[in-house]
């Protein structure tokens, strides 16, 4: 049901506009190309609410993003320094070839860093 209403409104706005849609579904499909690499990931096979949850932060963060440019009339970059909370795992894993302890530890250090991160945003806006 969820995937008729997200195609439902997303069809309604590429009607609309489709290059700004578009640039604003950008961290989606990125998010979403990233997470395909991510799942032969011990991480991702052991803890999976980790990896999860550190996929969930990254795009909460985009998002905050988002929504205060947008309040503040500044344009959205769909390129974001943030990307690289789940990517670090990946590369550690597969170009770096580091063990599957340590590469659970990276998710786990990238998960905290994306959360962190995001509860200090709020918190700098909320102050």
Known sequence: MCI???LDNLGDALKKNSSETF???FPVLILFGIGIFSV???SFDEERAVAVFLYQMTFAIIILKLMLLNMSNR???PLNIQ???PLVPILAYRIFEVTAETEKML???CMMTAFLEFYFT???ISS
């Open 40 to 42: 032969q990931l011990p």
């Open 75 to 77: 344009p959205f970059t």
């Open 122 to 124: 709020v918190y700098t």
């Open 107 to 109: 998710t786990r250090g």
């Open 83 to 85: 990307y690289f909370y």
């Open 23 to 25: 640039k604003l579904f």
């Open 4 to 6: 008729v209403f997200t």
